[in-house]
Protein backbone atom coordinates (compact mmCIF):
# COMPACT_ATOMS: atom_id res chain seq x y z
CA UNK A 1 0.00 0.00 0.00
CA UNK A 2 1.56 3.52 -0.70
CA UNK A 3 -0.04 5.20 2.46
CA UNK A 4 1.34 8.37 3.65
CA UNK A 5 3.28 8.97 0.25
CA UNK A 6 2.25 12.15 -1.11
CA UNK A 7 3.86 12.45 -4.57
CA UNK A 8 5.01 10.28 -7.42
CA UNK A 9 7.81 8.25 -7.39
CA UNK A 10 7.90 8.14 -11.56
CA UNK A 11 10.63 5.78 -11.16
CA UNK A 12 13.43 8.18 -10.15
CA UNK A 13 15.70 8.53 -7.23
CA UNK A 14 15.17 11.56 -5.31
CA UNK A 15 17.74 13.76 -6.74
CA UNK A 16 16.81 12.77 -10.24
CA UNK A 17 13.12 13.72 -9.41
CA UNK A 18 14.19 17.45 -8.00
CA UNK A 19 16.77 17.99 -10.96
CA UNK A 20 13.52 16.92 -13.08
CA UNK A 21 11.00 19.42 -11.20
CA UNK A 22 13.36 22.07 -11.32
CA UNK A 23 13.69 21.45 -15.00
CA UNK A 24 10.27 21.63 -15.95
CA UNK A 25 9.80 24.53 -13.74
CA UNK A 26 12.12 26.59 -15.31
CA UNK A 27 11.10 25.67 -18.92
CA UNK A 28 7.29 26.26 -17.78
CA UNK A 29 8.38 29.94 -16.46
CA UNK A 30 10.60 31.03 -19.61
CA UNK A 31 8.21 29.77 -22.53
CA UNK A 32 4.72 29.83 -20.34
CA UNK A 33 3.87 26.78 -21.96
CA UNK A 34 5.18 23.14 -22.06
CA UNK A 35 4.40 19.56 -23.00
CA UNK A 36 5.24 16.66 -20.86
CA UNK A 37 3.02 13.49 -19.69
CA UNK A 38 0.00 13.94 -17.74
CA UNK A 39 1.66 12.57 -14.25
CA UNK A 40 4.68 15.20 -14.64
CA UNK A 41 2.61 17.91 -15.02
CA UNK A 42 0.29 16.73 -12.50
CA UNK A 43 3.20 16.56 -10.23
CA UNK A 44 4.98 19.92 -11.42
CA UNK A 45 1.65 21.69 -11.16
CA UNK A 46 1.74 22.23 -7.30
CA UNK A 47 5.38 23.24 -7.44
CA UNK A 48 4.55 25.64 -9.84
CA UNK A 49 2.21 27.65 -7.85
CA UNK A 50 4.20 27.60 -5.05
CA UNK A 51 6.74 29.91 -6.53
CA UNK A 52 4.23 31.97 -8.36
CA UNK A 53 2.84 32.53 -4.71
CA UNK A 54 6.22 33.56 -3.87
CA UNK A 55 6.39 36.02 -6.84
CA UNK A 56 3.52 37.68 -5.25
CA UNK A 57 5.64 38.52 -2.39
CA UNK A 58 8.14 40.54 -3.91
CA UNK A 59 10.74 40.38 -1.02
CA UNK A 60 14.69 39.64 -0.52
CA UNK A 61 13.32 36.24 1.25
CA UNK A 62 11.40 35.43 -1.22
CA UNK A 63 14.00 35.83 -3.91
CA UNK A 64 16.28 33.68 -2.15
CA UNK A 65 13.81 31.20 -1.36
CA UNK A 66 12.62 30.60 -5.12
CA UNK A 67 17.02 30.76 -5.74
CA UNK A 68 17.34 27.80 -3.32
CA UNK A 69 13.65 26.15 -4.41
CA UNK A 70 15.25 26.09 -8.53
CA UNK A 71 18.49 26.09 -7.35
CA UNK A 72 19.35 29.03 -10.34
CA UNK A 73 21.91 30.54 -9.30
CA UNK A 74 22.44 33.28 -12.31
CA UNK A 75 21.06 36.39 -10.63
CA UNK A 76 21.64 39.30 -12.54
CA UNK A 77 20.61 39.49 -16.31
CA UNK A 78 23.38 39.70 -18.60
CA UNK A 79 21.26 40.44 -21.64
CA UNK A 80 18.42 42.63 -21.39
CA UNK A 81 16.59 40.17 -23.94
CA UNK A 82 16.88 37.45 -22.27
CA UNK A 83 15.75 38.07 -18.70
CA UNK A 84 16.60 35.48 -15.76
CA UNK A 85 14.16 32.64 -14.40
CA UNK A 86 13.88 34.38 -11.63
CA UNK A 87 13.68 38.05 -12.92
CA UNK A 88 11.12 37.69 -14.96
CA UNK A 89 8.85 35.02 -12.49
CA UNK A 90 9.52 38.11 -10.26
CA UNK A 91 9.16 40.71 -12.59
CA UNK A 92 6.94 39.35 -15.05
CA UNK A 93 4.80 36.51 -13.65
CA UNK A 94 4.38 37.75 -9.97
CA UNK A 95 2.80 41.64 -10.80
CA UNK A 96 0.67 39.33 -13.38
CA UNK A 97 -1.38 37.09 -10.59
CA UNK A 98 -1.60 39.50 -8.25
CA UNK A 99 -5.05 39.78 -8.12
CA UNK A 100 -5.69 36.27 -8.66
CA UNK A 101 -5.56 34.13 -5.13
CA UNK A 102 -4.47 30.67 -6.73
CA UNK A 103 -4.77 28.21 -9.82
CA UNK A 104 -2.21 29.70 -12.20
CA UNK A 105 -1.61 26.77 -14.54
CA UNK A 106 -3.82 24.44 -16.39
CA UNK A 107 -3.35 20.92 -17.26
CA UNK A 108 -4.97 20.25 -21.32
CA UNK A 109 -4.72 16.78 -21.92
CA UNK A 110 -3.67 15.70 -25.71
CA UNK A 111 -5.82 13.02 -27.73
CA UNK A 112 -2.37 11.66 -28.92
CA UNK A 113 -0.05 9.33 -26.71
CA UNK A 114 3.45 9.32 -26.68
CA UNK A 115 5.26 7.23 -29.61
CA UNK A 116 7.97 5.39 -27.65
CA UNK A 117 6.14 3.63 -24.31
CA UNK A 118 1.73 5.07 -25.41
CA UNK A 119 2.12 7.23 -22.18
CA UNK A 120 -0.72 10.33 -21.59
CA UNK A 121 0.86 13.67 -23.28
CA UNK A 122 -0.40 16.92 -21.80
CA UNK A 123 -0.27 20.77 -21.99
CA UNK A 124 0.58 22.55 -18.85
CA UNK A 125 0.55 26.37 -19.02
CA UNK A 126 -0.60 29.43 -17.30
CA UNK A 127 -4.11 30.28 -17.17
CA UNK A 128 -3.95 33.56 -18.62
CA UNK A 129 -1.41 32.93 -21.42
CA UNK A 130 -4.07 34.12 -23.96
CA UNK A 131 -5.26 37.35 -21.75
CA UNK A 132 -1.49 37.96 -21.22
CA UNK A 133 -0.80 37.93 -25.27
CA UNK A 134 -4.18 39.64 -26.03
CA UNK A 135 -5.05 41.93 -23.50
CA UNK A 136 -8.46 41.06 -23.20
CA UNK A 137 -9.91 39.35 -20.05
CA UNK A 138 -13.65 37.88 -19.76
CA UNK A 139 -15.73 39.56 -17.13
CA UNK A 140 -17.67 37.61 -14.98
CA UNK A 141 -21.40 38.67 -14.46
CA UNK A 142 -22.89 38.39 -11.42
CA UNK A 143 -26.57 39.31 -9.98
CA UNK A 144 -25.55 42.82 -9.15
CA UNK A 145 -24.23 43.69 -12.99
CA UNK A 146 -26.98 41.52 -14.59
CA UNK A 147 -29.12 44.26 -16.50
CA UNK A 148 -32.65 44.97 -16.66
CA UNK A 149 -34.66 42.01 -18.75
CA UNK A 150 -35.77 44.75 -21.38
CA UNK A 151 -32.70 45.86 -21.89
CA UNK A 152 -31.31 42.38 -22.34
CA UNK A 153 -34.07 41.30 -25.15
CA UNK A 154 -32.18 40.94 -28.23
CA UNK A 155 -32.90 43.77 -31.15
CA UNK A 156 -35.56 42.24 -34.03
CA UNK A 157 -33.83 41.04 -36.43
CA UNK A 158 -34.57 42.66 -40.13
CA UNK A 159 -36.30 41.02 -42.17
CA UNK A 160 -34.95 38.46 -44.34
CA UNK A 161 -34.33 39.40 -48.21
CA UNK A 162 -36.87 37.23 -50.54
CA UNK A 163 -35.90 36.22 -54.12
CA UNK A 164 -37.03 38.28 -57.43
CA UNK A 165 -39.30 35.61 -58.22
CA UNK A 166 -40.87 35.01 -54.92
CA UNK A 167 -41.99 38.73 -55.08
CA UNK A 168 -43.25 38.19 -58.83
CA UNK A 169 -45.49 35.05 -57.29
CA UNK A 170 -46.51 37.29 -54.44
CA UNK A 171 -47.79 40.28 -56.89
CA UNK A 172 -49.84 37.80 -59.27
CA UNK A 173 -51.05 36.62 -56.44
CA UNK A 174 -52.32 40.02 -55.09
CA UNK A 175 -53.61 40.53 -58.41
CA UNK A 176 -56.04 37.63 -58.80
CA UNK A 177 -57.61 38.19 -55.28
CA UNK A 178 -58.39 41.71 -55.94
CA UNK A 179 -62.07 41.95 -57.13
CA UNK A 180 -62.34 43.67 -60.63
CA UNK A 181 -64.82 46.05 -61.25
CA UNK A 182 -67.67 45.49 -63.48
CA UNK A 183 -67.56 46.44 -66.98
CA UNK A 184 -70.86 48.38 -68.29
CA UNK A 185 -69.95 47.40 -72.41
CA UNK A 186 -69.60 43.32 -71.06
CA UNK A 187 -72.68 43.58 -68.96
CA UNK A 188 -74.79 45.30 -72.09
CA UNK A 189 -73.60 42.50 -74.31
CA UNK A 190 -74.61 39.71 -72.03
CA UNK A 191 -77.93 41.48 -71.82
CA UNK A 192 -78.59 41.20 -75.44
CA UNK A 193 -77.53 38.01 -75.78
CA UNK A 194 -79.86 36.74 -73.09
CA UNK A 195 -82.85 39.34 -74.93
CA UNK A 196 -82.41 37.90 -78.33
CA UNK A 197 -82.34 33.51 -77.11
CA UNK A 198 -85.82 35.10 -75.22
CA UNK A 199 -86.77 36.20 -78.61
CA UNK A 200 -85.85 32.98 -80.29
Known amino acids: MRHRFAHRRLNRTSAHRRALRRSLVSNLIEHESIVTTLPKAQEVKAFAEKLITLAKRDTLTARRRAIALLNERRIADGDAQQPTIISKLFKVLGPRFADRPGGYTRIVRLARRRLGDGSAKAVLQFVDQAIASTGV ?64
Not at 147 to 157: G, L, N, Q, W
Open 137 to 200: RARRTTKATHTSPTSARPSAAPPAATPAHADAQSADRNQSETPTAPNPESDSSTKQKQADQTQE
